[in-house]
């Protein structure tokens, strides 16, 4: 049973999408994610080329994104339970503290002129600790600011300021490392971004406290898997996601096609990571005008599809405009995944189980990124660039197969705001 949204929302008639902003503390929210995301984007930019600069091998964005996932894999549980016993508001604050000091620790490396790759995956690993905290207390807090009813239109409007970010960050830390010939500039802004979004934060008046009240035990810590595992329909979301994101992730590769094959710079680097986010941010718009109504599952499918040719596709570019193009696709038809696991993984899970049971999304997505990269970076220095691209992108299509007959569920997902 779908739970309404937390009482303190007052806007409850909103007619129109973009109305879902007189909520004072979304609007709050999403200021602060917005920091946080273009903080992220910038600093993956600058890490990326940085790293690959340093050791030119694929393999090493592999271990970069491995450092940053295995974190959450020790901590997921706890982020979880803390999500639910604790004040999410203040697990934010105190998140945004911690990403705010990594980044001037990886400023006042780059600056010292005296670079450990070493010291750059430990940092990267505080960085995922931060983040697999802080992720079960923003999406189990993001359903307490607006109606259930308009929450869809609320996820496609989170999307989009997300998506928004991931465009302007890449493209300011290219820019940012090209003119500066550094990174530390760049770390520095991101620190500061990251500070604006503690600001924004702290002004938010949200005041949940403790929502799970039962003593805490191992049985409720694991209550979140035994939810999603009950639930075919939300773990054929999630784990379709996982499985082709991990097999069809060409962004981990980008500097390398960046340096080594389309020969551009860091400037080049941060178009191309941004242009995922430029499909998606299109996307996105129109869902949040134009809901999926009809079959919603469906579209998903063949969109999971389609990434997987657009990934084929660029893998195969060696002109600029014609990768731009196929990594257009690719966020395009990611972003209608994004928003049907959104809409399912919050509205179908009781508002007492969602800081356990986002912890398992969040899971399966860092997997599907982080694994990812690593997988994409392990592969291209075993195979080359180009076929772990192109393979990577058969494999996301082949997983798409086996998910619709393997969770008929996901075919019978109609109107979400109706689920």
């Not at 993001?142 to 960050?169: K, M, N």
């Not at 550094?182 to 949200?206: E, Q, W």
């Not at 192109?390 to 997902?413: D, H, K």
Request: proline share 5%.
């Amino acid at each position: 049973m779908i739970e309404p949204a937390n009482p303190i929302v007052t806007e409850r008639l909103i007619s129109h999408p973009g109305d879902v902003f007189r909520s004072r503390n979304f609007t709050l929210f999403q200021c602060a994610r917005a920091s946080r995301v273009l903080a992220t984007e910038m600093m993956s930019v600058a890490v990326g080329w940085q790293v690959y600069e340093l050791t030119c091998k694929p393999i090493s964005l592999g271990y970069a994104g491995l450092a940053q996932f295995l974190p959450g894999i020790l901590l997921f549980l706890v982020a979880g339970h803390c999500a639910d016993r604790f004040d999410r508001r203040k697990i934010l604050m105190v998140c945004f503290a911690s990403y705010a000091t990594c980044s001037a620790l990886l400023a006042t490396v780059a600056h010292s002129g005296h670079v450990s790759v070493l010291t750059i995956y430990g940092l990267l690993a505080l960085t995922g600790a931060t983040q697999a905290i802080a992720g079960p207390a923003a999406q189990s807090l993001t359903p307490e600011l607006v109606t259930a009813e308009h929450f869809p239109t609320a996820v496609a409007w989170g999307s989009t300021i997300f998506t928004a970010s991931t465009i302007l960050g890449p493209m300011l830390g290219g820019v940012l490392y090209g003119i500066s010939r550094g990174p530390t500039v760049v770390y520095t802004v991101a620190s500061a971004a990251y500070l604006n979004g503690l600001g924004m934060t702290l002004l938010m008046n949200i005041r949940a406290g403790s929502i799970e009240k039962k003593d805490p035990s191992l049985r409720a810590a694991f209550a979140g898997f035994h939810y999603v595992w009950d639930h075919k329909m939300i773990l054929g979301c999630i784990s379709l996601d996982l499985f082709a994101v991990l097999l069809g992730g060409a962004v981990a590769l980008l500097p390398v096609v960046a340096k080594d094959i389309l020969h551009t710079g860091p400037w080049g680097l941060g178009v191309l990571r941004s242009s995922p986010a430029v499909g998606a941010v299109v996307t996105a718009l129109w869902v949040a005008h134009h809901p999926l109504e009809k079959r919603a599952g469906v579209k998903m499918l063949w969109c999971v599809a389609v990434f997987g040719v657009g990934t084929i596709i660029f893998g195969l570019s060696s002109n600029v405009l014609l990768s731009v193009a196929a990594l257009l696709l690719v966020g395009g038809t990611d972003m209608i995944s994004v928003v049907v696991r959104g809409t399912l993984v919050q509205l179908a899970t009781p508002r007492a189980m969602r800081g356990r049971v986002s912890p398992v999304n969040l899971l399966f997505t860092g997997a599907s990124n982080q694994v990812g990269q690593f997988e994409s970076g392990f592969t291209a220095q075993w195979l080359g660039t180009v076929p772990a691209i192109v393979l990577g992108g058969l494999g996301a299509i082949t997983i798409v197969a086996i998910w619709a007959w393997r969770f008929p569920e996901l075919r019978r997902i109609e109107n979400l705001a109706r689920r």
